[in-house]
């Protein structure tokens, strides 16, 4: 709530790292909107430790059987992304057979609401592609 007080330049800056991204959300009130509800859809953590908890616990002993994956697979990931690092989305396409990395330019953990548009067209343009080659065999 602090941060809702403070407006949108400090929820901003600490949501996102980038100063670039920063000002590419601040002039995009929609995006910016999405981000806040995001958020918030998440308070009070309180209600969910339970569930956050058993999160931690279940991604801590994870294990994707990534080869088994036989769909089409695009795999997005920001080249500045603080908290995921750009191994696991290169490791990822490299154990799903026939996947598609995109890296993101200054992509952080936020780029679906600082670089929605890009990544909306590289979906789109996948998706188009991928029923393309679906209707010919």
Do not use: C
Not at 33 to 40: D, P, V, Y
Not at 68 to 74: A, C, D, Q, R, W
């Amino acid at each position: 709530m602090l941060l809702e007080f403070l407006g949108d330049e400090a929820f901003v800056s600490y949501m996102l790292p980038n100063p670039i991204n920063q000002q590419k959300l601040l002039k995009d009130p929609k995006q910016l909107e999405n981000l806040k509800k995001a958020i918030w859809s998440i308070w009070p953590l309180s209600l969910r430790k339970k569930g956050f908890d058993n999160d931690y616990k279940q991604f801590t002993n994870l294990t994707l059987s990534l080869e088994e994956i036989k769909v089409p697979t695009l795999v997005l990931h920001g080249d500045g992304d603080i908290t995921v690092g750009l191994n696991h989305a290169k490791e990822s396409t490299r154990r799903i057979k026939g996947a598609k990395l995109h890296i993101i330019k200054e992509g952080d953990h936020m780029m679906s609401f600082t670089h929605s548009k890009e990544i909306d067209a590289l979906i789109e343009e996948f998706v188009t592609n991928m029923s393309k080659d679906w209707r010919t065999q």
